[in-house]
């Protein structure tokens, strides 16, 4: 169970970063989901409840994806690996749509495409730092 709530927080924290660095990109926290009054723990949630639904698409939808999509990943070395990580931000923020609080992407290219990036260098410095990346040992 911490490790789920790590992976939650890692992706909360990866989004974050890419709002910071990306002007297209927003997280627009709902003040009708948590009524506490602070805009802050408003957003803090927001981002904890966008970084889960993005960990549930890439739990369920990547792998069915990068499957379909092998022939052409490896045609392009591994480059379109980018371009489907892209396409699960958008289904994220698509899937947003219907909570109160929203993930928006301007655009795909390039907006989505940075994003992407900048998501996966993050969550890959975070989860080295938690050890979320480690095999267990007993």
Known sequence: MVKFLLRVIVNGLALWVATLILSGMEVIPSSTFADT???TVNTVIAYLVIGLVFGAVNAVVKPIISLL???LTCLTLGLFTVIINAGMLMLTVWLTTYLPMQLTVDAFWWTAVF???IISVVS???NGVFGLN???QD
């Open 37 to 39: 009054g602070d805009s």
């Open 69 to 71: 999509a092998l022939p």
């Open 115 to 117: 994003a992407a990036i």
């Open 124 to 126: 890959m410095i975070a």
């Open 134 to 136: 480690r095999s267990r």
